[in-house]
């Protein structure tokens, strides 16, 4: 199994940006639930969003919500979050990550595999 984010950049206060996370391997697994995640310099992992792979269901950090939206293309293989009005406390290096248990969960301990993160700066 292999996750691979991208989509990070440097963005200016109310800038947005897309990231992507794309999977493979999940050959024996029916159902999972990708999810993101972020971590900024001396904090803790904090999980953003998460998305069911078999019916959408979806959960945000009420950090994000009404600003971030988490969608997947299940043709792709892809997870993607859209990332509108971003804040300078938005940056953090944004890790996706697979839990197989399929509960709507931002739980780092409940997720299996977990990809590279993508470095996302919001500065003036």
């Known amino acids: 199994v292999q996750l691979q984010a991208s989509g990070g950049g440097l963005v200016q206060p109310g800038d947005s940006l897309r990231l992507s996370c794309a999977t493979s391997?999940?050959?024996?697994?029916?159902?999972?639930?990708i999810g993101w995640f972020r971590q900024a310099p001396g904090k803790e992992r904090e999980g953003v969003s998460c998305?069911?792979?078999?019916?959408?269901?979806?959960y945000y950090a009420d950090s994000v919500k009404g600003r971030f939206t988490i969608s997947r293309d299940n043709a792709k293989n892809t997870v993607y979050l859209q990332m509108n009005s971003l804040k300078p406390e938005d940056t953090a290096v944004y890790y996706c990550?697979?839990?197989?248990?399929?509960?709507?969960?931002?739980?780092?301990?409940?997720?299996?595999?977990w990809g590279q993160g993508t470095q996302v700066t919001v500065s003036s």
């Open positions: 990550a697979a839990s197989t248990i399929g509960a709507i969960t931002t739980t780092p301990a409940m997720y299996d595999y």
């Open positions: 998305i069911s792979r078999s019916d959408g269901r979806t």
């Open positions: 391997g999940f050959t024996l697994v029916h159902d999972y639930v």
